[in-house]
């Protein structure tokens, strides 16, 4: 499945952001936060093949929901196999999240999309969006391969903790942004 990734990768490195899948251990301790005793309403960004997917189901309640956009038409087949009554799939642009969930908050937003590849202005009304669509307390979680949106991300949540998994190819920070 990795050499699909990185094949589907290499057509559109700008949207995928990397080369290689996340690593299982990338995958878990983005999960960490989420908690399995809780009905939540879960947001994945950037989807890919699957395997962040796979952690956040494994990881909430059976009465919680996860909604994971894809925009890459070669990762929605594979992501489509999953089957799981609380998963949605979305095949549209992460632009659309505060249409549609204005009527209902989320309680995290786990984002795999490459933001430092992501131009300004949308990357502003993203943020935005994530913040609208997020309860009190809600939390973004995001990782990037540099700390080059950390002061941006700093500067629009109330609390931003940062860690490090070095067991992924490359290391990965991890953003835990509260709104």
């Known amino acids: 499945m990795s050499n699909f990734f990185t094949i589907t990768a290499l057509k559109n490195l700008k949207q995928t952001g990397s080369l290689f899948r996340s690593s299982r251990t990338l995958a878990n301790k983005l999960v960490e936060p989420l908690d399995g005793n809780k009905d939540l309403v879960v947001i994945e960004l950037g989807a890919g093949d699957g395997i962040i997917t796979k952690q956040i189901l494994s990881k909430i309640g ?9 925009i890459n038409l070669s990762f929605v087949p594979i992501l489509n196999t999953i089957n799981d009554k609380r998963l949605t799939i979305h095949n549209t642009c992460v632009s659309n999240l505060a249409t549609i969930f204005s009527e209902n908050k989320v309680d995290f937003v786990v984002s795999c999309l490459p933001l430092a590849n992501i131009e300004h202005t949308f990357k502003k009304q993203l943020i935005e969006d994530v913040k609208f669509i997020l309860k009190d ?35 990965a920070f991890i953003y835990n942004c509260k709104n």
Do not use: A, R, V, W
Not at 62 to 70: P, Q
């Open 62 to 70: 059976m009465n919680s929901y996860l909604h994971s956009f894809e």
């Open 137 to 171: 307390n809600g939390s973004l979680i995001q990782y990037q391969y540099s700390k080059k949106d950390l002061e941006f991300l700093k500067n629009n949540f109330t609390d931003t903790s940062t860690t490090l998994c070095i067991k992924n190819i490359p290391p």
